[in-house]
């Protein structure tokens, strides 16, 4: 029996060029800060997440009473509850409860993937729990960067080259794309020090200028939960 | 005055989220194997290259009596007189002469340049001479990677970094994006050794499956030649 394989592709507008390799399961990864986000909502208690594309979407599950969270190049959209802070998820009066989620680039990265079966959400916060989950299931998966505004970004391509290498060494995958090559070396330079590797950044600086830093710091630092966020429907729940 | 930025589009199909910007120049790339083949063609004395994007383009202007090249998936398209390799145009009979080239990458990246003034050719044979040449020229300036069928591809990647880290190291030029950050760190973890971090590219393995290795051997040689190919009207020239 042939191996599967761990493949990445950079940003949603690529994904494309990869769904006719068909793989089994796809990882929606957005490290600043969308998936980090919501692995800390399941974290903290969260019960059920409905990504939304469209501010037009998000308003009308507002309208219907839904608690719905809204950020646009990194800040909180004037008129909804919560953004895409992973610590604003924490908070204990959304344990139990449904958040309705739109962001700039994460939640177009998780519904970019529709057709595919099987979706989880990575990042670096569940890291080692993704991968776990991944080696145990043994199906073929593509790692799909969110990007910023389909630009390659820095901080998920090295989220998905740390996914690619746990899985590669293993010996029960195999990957075959030049992206998933690169991805792998840029986690191995990165892998010492995100911090200081990620420091030039473009999407670190411009959080940076908004006094994101302990955003950035709990998004960067890995493996703070073991939540595996899945999909199932339209909605995210914990595995 | 603020220095002009060099940044890396990584394939074709990205190069419209990267136009905004408004480079002055943009260098195409495709190390395996078409700007490198220009290159050698250049070097040995072939006078103007046309570059065309479709067969349909190269069967007319064969009809017209032209000397055509055509590749197709790294091989001679059948009824044409030269294909991708290098070494084909080293033959002193196209000495003097023009030459319509159409392959599966390149010349693709090179037309979708098509409303930037200035064009260049870069490959790793000719790499310090377009270092020097972009430096000297002090614009901004484009990288642009051809890929295969515009996924991502690790040649072109590095080479395109090696021009940013050269070009960055000489304080007069800076870079604001991720992938120009990716490619420079990637040039640098394959620079010590080309062909060993090149052995898993997914072209290199596709080249060499059609028996090109002596091909590889060559546009994996960093410095062969100085000439720097530039467009003109619709075809290329030595500088």
């Known amino acids: 029996m042939s191996r599967p394989r761990v493949e990445v592709c950079f940003t949603p507008n690529l994904y494309p060029l990869h769904i006719e390799d068909e793989y089994e399961i796809v990882v929606a ?4 800060r969308a998936t980090s986000a919501i692995c800390a909502a399941f974290e903290h208690g969260v019960s059920k997440i409905i990504p939304v594309s469209t501010l037009d979407e998000a308003i009308e599950y507002r309208d219907n009473g839904y608690i719905v969270a809204a950020e646009r190049k990194g ?3 004037s008129g909804f509850d919560l953004g895409n802070s992973p610590y604003s998820y924490m908070d204990p009066k959304y ?3 449904t958040i309705v989620l739109t962001t700039t680039n994460g939640t177009r990265a998780i519904n970019t993937a529709k057709h595919v079966n099987d979706l989880i959400i990575g990042s670096l916060v569940n890291l080692d729990a993704v991968c776990k989950y991944l080696s145990d299931l043994n199906k ?3 790692l799909l960067g969110s990007g910023w505004k389909n630009k390659f970004c820095l901080e998920d391509t090295i989220c998905a080259g740390a996914i690619a290498e746990n899985l590669l060494k293993t010996g029960n995958f195999h ?3 030049d992206s998933s090559i690169a991805a792998k070396y840029l986690y191995l330079s990165a892998s010492e020090n995100y911090f200081g590797f990620l420091k030039a950044s473009s999407h670190r600086r411009r959080l940076r200028d908004l006094n994101l830093n302990e955003d950035i710091k ?3 630092t890995p493996n703070q939960t073991n939540v595996v966020p899945i999909r199932e429907k339209n909605y995210l729940i914990k595995a």
Not at 29 to 32: A, Q, S
């Open 218 to 220: 709990y998004c960067l």
């Open 175 to 177: 990957s075959e794309n």
């Open 29 to 32: 990864i957005d490290v600043l």
């Open 95 to 97: 344990k139990g409860k």
């Open 75 to 77: 800040q909180i959209v």
């Open 140 to 142: 073929s998966v593509l």
